[in-house]
T-cell receptor
Framework: NAGVTQTPKFQVLKTGQSMTLQCAQD?????MSWYRQDPGMGLRLIHY???????DQGEVPNGYNVSRSTTEDFPLRLLSAAPSQTSVYFC????????????FGQGTRLTVV | GENVEQHPSTLSVQEGDSAVIKCTYS??????FPWYKQELGKGPQLIID?????GEKKDQRIAVTLNKTAKHFSLHITETQPEDSAVYFC??????????FGAGTRLAVHP
């Protein structure tokens, strides 16, 4: 049972480039979300999804897009990378509203130069 | 929006001592109160949680207490060990399982 898998683990982008951070879970969880973690801060919610085909914005959505075509996958797209998007990104999943424990991936460390 | 404050930001204890971390929140609709532990280079991992209909929950050396009237909940670690050294986050949950994280507490347990 792999849990939540994020790829890649590390990435360096040039300003203006685009890329997709991948997130997959094999626990049949309905809820998935993306967070970013900056030094000395807690995690901040970027986007979340409550099921396939349903997504919504979190606290810091600007510059990011998401889609949820399957229950398992929840990719995060950076449209035009900026240095301010240098961060560690975490994907999380949870079963449903009543079973709230969130399982996190190992993170993607992104540097935009 | 939801405001979450966590204190202290750093905590240094001797092995065997107790550690207490406090979290205050503003959203009165929150009904699920987890604590996460994050080790270096890893994602957060749930260590204990409590729901709003319970005042205290204990799991071996770890306990969480909740005061919903005052809007705060606390993590208690007894008989601390070096492997407890990590960053701890409170993350009261709103609707759709959205977590609002505190800024974290870096706990150092010295042998």
């Amino acid at each position: 049972n792999a849990g939540v898998t994020q790829t890649p683990k590390f990435q360096v982008l040039k300003t203006g480039q685009s890329m997709t951070l991948q997130c997959a879970q094999d626990m049949n969880h309905e809820y998935m979300s993306w967070y970013r973690q900056d030094p000395g801060m807690g995690l901040r919610l970027i986007h979340y999804s409550v099921g396939a085909g349903i997504t919504d914005q979190g606290e810091v959505p600007n510059g990011y897009n998401v889609s949820r075509s399957t229950t398992e996958d929840f990719p995060l797209r950076l449209l035009s990378a900026a240095p301010s998007q240098t961060s560690v990104y975490f994907c999380a999943s949870s079963y449903d509203e009543g079973r709230s424990e969130a399982f996190f991936g190992q993170g993607t460390r992104l540097t935009v130069v | 929006g939801e405001n979450v404050e966590q204190h202290p930001s750093t905590l240094s204890v001797q092995e065997g001592d107790s550690a207490v971390i406090k979290c205050t929140y503003s959203d009165s609709a929150s009904n699920y109160f987890p604590w996460y532990k994050q080790e270096l280079g890893k994602g957060p991992q749930l260590i204990i949680d409590i729901r709003s209909n319970v005042g205290e929950k204990k799991d071996q050396r770890i306990a969480v207490t909740l005061n919903k009237t005052a809007k705060h909940f606390s993590l208690h670690i007894t008989e601390t060990q070096p492997e407890d050294s990590a960053v701890y986050f409170c993350a009261p949950q709103g609707g759709y399982n959205k977590l609002i994280f505190g800024a974290g507490t870096r706990l150092a347990v010295h042998p």
